[in-house]
């Protein structure tokens, strides 16, 4: 049930642009998107909703796709600070609550 | 700026010893995760606590590994006893809606 990343890493020159992409064997209800730097916790990128909804903080785009049970991150004109490893997390509903289960994990490179 | 906060950051102990690993919740939240990560296996989810009741820990092993919230500002991760496969970092996370905000992480060792 883990959602499957793909690639599984990346490497661009800053400015160049990435897809990061985030396949569900099940049906998808939101997927959140995070951002791990080396060494650090991760950190909450956007929340994709059923329905078209989007929620996020950066000037990162992504998209939702519910018939293909997936989820594409883009990452355009990539700045140095991009580097990092790239979670999709899927939600997974339970009796009346429901929890994230994370991807591997793509991790990109940006040089200079 | 809130945060999440873990103590120990770095825990480094003997197999069999017991290990405890504390997390403080962004005040306000009302659900904690623990989560732990690996190479192998990425982020997984042990414990899930919403206004400190447990409603997940399926993930756990049952047998060495505990959680609980004694209250709304403290959660806790117990091992014991430990065993070199624990080793690993555990995060906590809490959130009060989508978005889950991760502490800094526990990197555990056990020899």
């Known amino acids: 049930q883990q959602p499957v990343q793909s690639p599984q890493a990346v490497i661009l020159r800053e400015g160049e642009d990435a897809v990061i992409n985030c396949s569900s064997s099940k049906a998808l209800y939101s997927v959140h998107w995070y951002r791990q730097k080396h060494g650090e916790a991760p950190v909450f990128l956007m929340i994709l909703l059923k329905g078209g909804e989007q929620k996020g903080h950066e000037k990162i785009s992504a998209s939702f796709n519910e018939k293909k049970q997936q989820s594409s991150l883009y990452l355009t004109a990539s700045q140095l600070s991009y580097s990092g490893t790239y979670f999709c997390?899927?939600?997974?509903?339970?009796?009346?609550?429901?929890?994230?289960?994370f991807g591997k994990g793509t991790m990109l490179l940006v040089s200079p | 700026d809130a945060r999440v906060t873990q103590t120990p950051r770095h825990k480094v102990t003997e197999m069999g010893q017991e290990v405890t690993m504390r997390c403080q919740p962004i005040l306000g939240h009302n659900t904690v995760f623990w989560y732990r990560q690996t190479m192998m296996q990425g982020l997984e989810l042990l414990a899930y606590?919403?206004?400190?009741?447990?409603?997940?820990d399926s993930g756990m092993p049952k047998d060495r590994f505990s959680a609980e919230m004694p209250d709304a500002t403290l959660a806790t991760l117990k091992i014991q006893p430990s065993e070199p496969r624990d080793s690993a970092v555990y995060f906590c996370?809490?959130?009060?809606?989508?978005?889950?905000?991760f502490g800094p992480g526990t990197r555990l060792t056990v020899l």
């Open positions: 997390g899927t939600e997974k509903w339970n009796s009346g609550y429901s929890t994230l289960t």
């Open positions: 606590f919403r206004n400190r009741a447990p409603l997940d």
């Open positions: 996370a809490s959130g009060n809606g989508d978005t889950q905000y």
